[in-house]
């Protein structure tokens, strides 16, 4: 589905990315791991088209993407969200959602300001899918709150639910449970093993080793701009050089060496 081939990115001399491969399969969950500064954003960077690889291409089903603009990109299905959250804090909850279907409608500037039936129609399409989509996020109740008036896990959701409706075929999410306690995470485990039902495919940076070796189908991990491992949670948590890559850094390592199922 998405594939990566020798992805290598410098910046003024550091080497941000060294040939990084490997594959993406439809409905699959891919944890992209390591420490501080391995070249996980980075990645996800040159997959959505914010910056361009110094070598090596990024194909989607076939069709290589490397030079298209992040606008076209996101268009074919892939979206993502940042480390920072991106909300729009006056607008309502359901506007928020709203958005993300915006991106896939067809209605243009003129159409809206005219308010043609086609346009309307549009709009009314959108508003029902945001609708639907609250109750599936469980924000059904703060439909018409303003989004700033959320606490932060639930902005983290709200976050996600409007990626989703934007039908996405992959996600990129990066550090989605930044800042959360851990009820909210636990929340957010719940919700993205929603989406795998949904067969959304998704990878996921993420500093919470318990979370991503629960849903992760396969772990890639980074170290330096270099992927050092690949393959099943399990085979990633037993693996030495992972484990030295994350020396120093003892809470990762030991939920790194927790069983997981």
């Known amino acids: 589905m998405l594939k ?25 969950i891919l944890g992209l791991i390591g420490p501080n500064g391995a070249g996980k954003t ?17 194909e989607l089903e076939g069709k290589d993407i490397s030079r298209f603009a992040p606008h076209l990109i996101a268009r074919m299905g892939i979206f ?33 300001l005219l308010k043609t039936p086609a346009e309307r129609k549009e709009e009314a399409a ?24 959320l606490p932060f896990g639930r902005l983290r959701i709200l976050e996600l639910g409007r990626a989703v409706g934007a039908n996405p075929v992959i996600l990129l999410l990066d550090e989605p449970a ?55 949670p399990r085979e990633v948590q037993q693996n030495k050089a992972v484990l030295t890559a994350y020396l120093g850094e003892e809470d990762w390592v030991k939920t790194l060496r927790k069983p997981h199922a």
Request: hydrophobic share 45%.
């Open 178 to 232: 930044a800042g959360l306690n851990q009820r909210e995470s636990e929340e957010l485990t719940d919700f993205l093993a929603k989406l795998r039902q949904k067969q959304i495919t998704m990878i996921i940076i993420e500093h919470d080793m318990s979370l991503v070796m629960e849903l992760s189908d396969r772990v890639v991990v980074l170290d330096q701009g270099r992927k050092i491992a690949e393959g099943a």
């Open 126 to 149: 959108i508003r029902a899918r945001a609708l639907a989509l609250l109750k599936d996020i469980g924000l059904n109740d703060f439909a018409n709150q303003p989004a700033r008036s």
């Open 4 to 28: 990566l081939h020798e992805i290598s990115k410098s910046f003024g001399g550091v080497h941000a990315l060294e040939d990084v491969s490997f594959e993406l399969k439809r409905g699959e």
């Open 42 to 58: 980075t990645l996800f960077n040159v997959i959505s088209g914010i910056i361009p690889a110094d070598r090596g291409r990024v």
């Open 80 to 112: 993502r969200t940042f480390q920072n959250l991106a909300i729009f804090d006056e607008m309502s909850v359901l506007e928020n959602l709203m958005v993300g279907s915006h991106l896939m409608g067809n209605a243009g500037i003129l159409a809206a």
